[in-house]
T-cell receptor, first 116, second 110 residues
């Protein structure tokens, strides 16, 4: 089966510009996650969707970050305006069900964002 | 809050050496525990998991046992290969929430 797809793989922007990332999860996976992984750190959950509803966005900086998952399939994560500290790898993951039972998350290759 | 602490790297080993990467956790409930691996230029992949106390997860020669009494989930392998060079992440899940450790970089030299 096809894995989690993400694009672009790399992006370089100047601070105060905007940027968008796209993710297409594995077919049939109800739950989709966006993580931020800063160099030398573990992934940090930004937002979790189940189908097209938000389950958890407590760590999403809502003044500049937004995400949507239209029709419960693919998703976009946007940063506007970007700051230097947003330089990181943005990972998308999906799983069959996030409803409280042990589950495996499948990760995409990530988008490496550099803000200059 | 819930969290994971894993040993800092980087770790450099010779081929066929034994590997242990320590991981301890703090959780209010009964978490599931995971080890993920990230090979250079690739996304994270699940290596193994354990869902309850005393469970042992294993895959590709790696093992980890869920120890509730010591709140640990150490990753072990008896004989590492060059192809095991990667970053290893310990993680826990308490239902909807997922927490990752900071990662341990392993380099295996021939």
């Amino acid at each position: 089966e096809a894995g989690v797809a993400q694009s672009p793989r790399y992006k370089i922007i100047e601070k105060r510009q905007s940027v968008a990332f796209w993710c297409n999860p594995i077919s049939g996976h109800a739950t989709l996650y966006w993580y931020q992984q800063i160099l030398g750190q573990g992934p940090k959950l930004l937002i979790q969707f189940q189908n097209n509803g938000v389950v958890d966005d407590s760590q999403l900086p809502k003044d500049r970050f937004s995400a949507e998952r239209l029709k419960g399939v693919d998703s976009t994560l946007k940063i506007q305006p970007a700051k230097l500290e947003d330089s990181a790898v943005y990972l998308c993951a999906s799983s069959l069900d996030g409803g409280g039972t042990p589950y495996e998350q499948y990760f995409g290759p990530g988008t490496r964002l550099t803000v200059t | 809050g819930d969290s994971v602490t894993q040993m800092e790297g980087p770790v450099t080993l010779s081929e066929e050496a034994c590997l242990t990467i320590n991981c301890t956790y703090t959780a209010t409930g009964y978490p599931s525990l995971f080890w993920y691996v990230q090979y250079p230029g690739e996304g994270l992949q699940l290596l193994l998991k354990a869902t309850k106390a005393d469970d042992k997860g294993s895959n590709k020669g790696f093992e980890a046992t869920y120890r509730k009494e010591t709140t640990s989930f150490h990753l072990e392998k008896g004989s590492v290969q060059v192809s095991d060079s990667a970053v290893y992440f310990c993680a826990l899940s308490t239902g909807n929430q997922f927490y990752f450790g900071t990662g341990t970089s392993l380099t295996v030299i021939p």
